[in-house]
């Protein structure tokens, strides 16, 4: 068995983890290398969830009886534990989501109704990249759309890096917002957060950073990153689906007008108009995710109790072993950073002219579980001129034997293709 440096015990790590002893077809066991997807979730997070709903299941806030007080606790307390995560300020900054994406599209609509010196109209300019997840395009595109504001963009560099040559031409005057990745789904590279803040702070502007392939592998400490709002999800982090985070420095959700409206954001409503209560409930209308939430808190609890610092080490020493067998496949092109230095734990690749949905499906077939496609990155797809990617991703209960695995398996697409 290849041993590296700096892994985790990831034999008892794997043990909380049901679904990684399935056996799938014709005996072969599961090699999951799809965590910039979705990550896997430990007993310990679905304990929490099966708990809540057979002893604490109701809604929040307004209820006076037990079970309503119990799960008010137990949701605020997972907003306290997020929070801590982040090293956010105030717990009030902590802002419950779907999703990412809800989180991003959050932001885009609060500047599209806000008042100045927040607004965004046809006299400012929105800045995003080209590596951006469509969940970091369409809703600026959305917005530009409305509004008659100008959407500009850094492009890519050959090696899969941003292009900051121009960064004083893209971020001028008149950038109402900045919104980028911290780590590409798609590339894996890791952007340089400090000179993209810096200018943008030069000029005034706003900066929302994509942390959902951070947050699971990293420190994140929204205070070191200066940014004004940093959104990520659960269900990469060992979380349940339908749980996102949108942080915000509370000067900014004190100013901001709400997206949605309904129960529990208000403060007084009459037939002529309403009031809203103070962040985060502000920004949570109706019934939030509650029973996710907990799950999230859960998550946070499991990360926390193996480090955070353990954990960005160990996929460290994955990645560059990974990045280090794959280059040996003949024919194989990895798209974006060819080290593992300043990158995460996402590598995507090409095999020769074999369609990468090919590639994927048989190595479904060996078992192995990776991504195939444009990985809701299309731009990055035709910016290298090619169709798709298969993408293999990696996390906390990664081993080496599954890169082995995912190297025999490509020698048999090889194969299988002639």
């Given at each position: 068995?290849?041993?590296?440096?700096g892994l985790l015990d990831t034999e008892a790590i794997r043990k909380d983890f049901p679904i990684l002893d399935r056996v799938l077809h014709d005996g072969k066991k599961l090699v999951y290398l799809d965590n910039a997807a979705t990550s896997q979730t430990p007993r310990q997070v679905?304990?929490?969830?099966?708990?809540?709903?057979?002893?604490?299941?109701?809604?929040?806030?307004?209820?006076?009886?037990?079970?309503?007080?119990?799960?008010?606790?137990?949701?605020?307390?997972?907003?306290?534990?997020?929070?801590?995560?982040?090293?956010?300020?105030?717990?009030?900054?902590?802002?419950?989501?779907?999703?990412?994406?809800?989180?991003?599209?959050?932001?885009?609509?609060?500047?599209?109704?806000?008042?100045?010196?927040?607004?965004?109209?046809?006299?400012?300019?929105?800045?995003?990249?080209?590596?951006?997840?469509?969940?970091?395009?369409?809703?600026?595109?959305?917005l530009s759309q409305r509004t008659g504001a100008k959407l500009r963009w850094f492009g890519l560099t050959d090696d899969g890096r941003l292009d900051l040559s121009n960064i004083d031409e893209i971020i001028t005057e008149k950038t109402k917002i900045v919104s980028f990745v911290l780590?590409?789904?798609?590339?894996?590279?890791?952007?340089?957060?400090?000179?993209?803040?810096?200018?943008?702070?030069?000029?005034?502007?706003?900066?929302?950073?994509?942390?959902?392939?951070?947050?699971?592998?990293?420190?994140?400490?929204?205070?070191?990153?200066?940014?004004?709002?940093?959104?990520?999800?659960?269900?990469?982090?060992?979380?349940?689906?339908?749980?996102?985070?949108?942080?915000?420095?509370?000067?900014?959700?004190?100013?901001?007008?709400?997206?949605?409206?309904?129960?529990?954001?208000?403060?007084?409503?009459?037939?002529?108009?309403?009031?809203?209560?103070?962040?985060?409930?502000?920004?949570?209308?109706?019934?939030?995710?509650?029973?996710?939430?907990?799950?999230?808190?859960?998550?946070?609890?499991?990360?926390?109790?193996?480090?955070?610092?353990?954990?960005?080490?160990?996929?460290?020493?994955?990645?560059?072993?990974?990045?280090?067998?794959?280059l040996e496949v003949p024919d194989l092109r990895i798209i974006g950073p060819t080290t593992a230095e300043d990158r995460g734990a996402a590598i995507s690749f090409t095999l020769g002219d074999i369609h990468p949905h090919d590639v994927g499906q048989v190595l479904d077939e060996q078992?192995?579980?990776?991504?195939?496609?444009?990985?809701?990155?299309?731009?990055?797809?035709?910016?290298?001129?090619?169709?798709?990617?298969?993408?293999?991703?990696?996390?906390?209960?990664?081993?080496?034997?599954?890169?082995?695995?995912?190297?025999?398996?490509?020698?048999?697409?090889?194969?299988?293709?002639?």
């Amino acid at each position: 068995m290849t041993q590296l440096p700096g892994l985790l015990d990831t034999e008892a790590i794997r043990k909380d983890f049901p679904i990684l002893d399935r056996v799938l077809h014709d005996g072969k066991k599961l090699v999951y290398l799809d965590n910039a997807a979705t990550s896997q979730t430990p007993r310990q997070v679905i304990d929490a969830l099966s708990e809540y709903y057979e002893q604490h299941n109701a809604n929040v806030h307004r209820g006076v009886h037990v079970l309503a007080e119990e799960a008010t606790a137990l949701y605020e307390g997972a907003r306290d534990k997020v929070a801590a995560f982040i090293n956010a300020p105030s717990r009030d900054e902590v802002i419950f989501t779907k999703n990412a994406s809800e989180s991003l599209n959050l932001v885009a609509n609060m500047l599209g109704w806000a008042d100045e010196p927040y607004r965004v109209d046809h006299e400012t300019e929105i800045v995003i990249t080209e590596m951006e997840h469509h969940s970091n395009i369409v809703p600026w595109q959305l917005l530009s759309q409305r509004t008659g504001a100008k959407l500009r963009w850094f492009g890519l560099t050959d090696d899969g890096r941003l292009d900051l040559s121009n960064i004083d031409e893209i971020i001028t005057e008149k950038t109402k917002i900045v919104s980028f990745v911290l780590v590409s789904n798609i590339l894996g590279t890791l952007n340089p957060v400090e000179a993209i803040v810096r200018r943008a702070q030069e000029v005034g502007a706003l900066v929302l950073i994509d942390a959902s392939q951070a947050a699971p592998h990293m420190v994140l400490d929204v205070q070191a990153l200066q940014a004004d709002f940093v959104a990520f999800t659960g269900h990469k982090m060992c979380g349940p689906t339908g749980i996102g985070v949108l942080w915000g420095r509370q000067e900014l959700l004190e100013d901001l007008p709400p997206f949605l409206g309904g129960g529990e954001m208000i403060e007084t409503v009459s037939m002529h108009s309403s009031t809203y209560a103070p962040a985060p409930h502000k920004f949570e209308a109706g019934t939030p995710p509650i029973a996710q939430a907990v799950g999230l808190g859960a998550a946070v609890d499991y990360l926390n109790s193996i480090g955070m610092e353990n954990i960005e080490r160990h996929e460290h020493a994955i990645t560059e072993y990974a990045v280090k067998r794959l280059l040996e496949v003949p024919d194989l092109r990895i798209i974006g950073p060819t080290t593992a230095e300043d990158r995460g734990a996402a590598i995507s690749f090409t095999l020769g002219d074999i369609h990468p949905h090919d590639v994927g499906q048989v190595l479904d077939e060996q078992g192995i579980a990776v991504r195939v496609g444009h990985h809701c990155a299309r731009p990055v797809c035709l910016r290298y001129g090619i169709p798709a990617t298969t993408r293999a991703s990696f996390y906390l209960y990664s081993t080496p034997g599954e890169i082995d695995a995912l190297i025999d398996g490509l020698e048999h697409v090889r194969n299988f293709f002639g």
